[in-house]
């Protein structure tokens, strides 16, 4: 099965934090992250009762090396997109549809949930993959950490083992800058460059690619890249040649 990793983003109380290991248990997973957490004490441990192996293990990380470590991130919003035209929370994906895109995954997934009062920032939804939400009531949508934590672990429990290993995040992010900078051999609008680089993360981050098919993509753009100015291209790709040397 995948590799499901749950992380917590700058959690702000301790009992959410050993509420969450005591859930993660009762469904089998065990990899609990923490970004800039509150201090861990006697109340965490209390709350994590039979789990607290999953607490004494969890692994303090910077986001970055969330990142850099992942092959596949979702991040969790009760906030979503109410239109196609604003990207940024679009499109998402409910636990149970989750558990149908990375069931055939075979790497690191992390799994990113919010603080407490305000969940995840712009910025952290803006580097995640996929976005998933849980559907609630709208007259109280606000789910406790652990209590979302939860739900998400029972809908991702007994997942098949996987069958294909992702494009690394290396790969990937190659991929994205080589990316950026095609649009700007093509004369991408400048306005429009923050939410096409989205856009194409979130079709991408749901399309799972390969490293062979990250690397057909590259090709493609090169191949592209070489027919809009083939003397500019072949200037560019002598340069990278003699810096690697």
């Keep these: 099965m995948p590799e499901i990793v749950i992380v917590l983003v700058a959690p702000l109380y301790e009992g959410n934090v050993g509420f969450t290991a005591r859930v993660m248990k009762n469904f089998g997973f065990t990899r609990l992250v923490l970004t800039d957490p509150c201090t861990l004490g006697i109340e965490a441990q209390t709350r994590a009762s039979h789990a607290k192996d999953v607490l004494d293990s969890a692994e303090v990380l910077s986001l970055d090396e969330v990142f850099s470590r992942s092959d596949l991130v979702i991040a969790t919003t009760g906030e979503v997109s109410k239109s196609i035209c604003t990207p940024m929370r679009m499109p998402y994906f409910q636990p149970s549809e989750i558990r ?129 100015n083939p003397e500019e291209f072949v200037r560019e790709k002598g340069e990278e040649h003699e810096e690697d040397q």
């Design 100 to 228: 149908e895109l990375i069931a055939d995954i075979d790497g690191r997934i992390s799994i990113l949930f919010g603080r407490e009062n305000w969940g995840l920032n712009n910025e952290e939804i803006l580097r995640s993959d996929v976005i998933c939400t849980i559907p609630t009531a709208k007259e109280y949508p606000i789910l406790n950490l652990s209590h979302a934590v939860g739900i998400i672990c029972y809908e991702l429990s007994h997942l098949p083992r996987g069958e294909y290993l992702l494009a690394s995040r290396e790969e990937m992010d190659h991929l994205y800058t080589h990316i950026d900078a095609y649009l700007d051999r093509i004369h991408h609008p400048s306005f429009k460059r923050k939410p096409t680089l989205l856009l194409i993360r979130r079709v991408l981050g749901r399309v799972k690619l390969t490293a062979r098919e990250a690397s057909t993509l590259h090709g493609l753009m090169r191949r592209s890249e070489w027919h809009i």
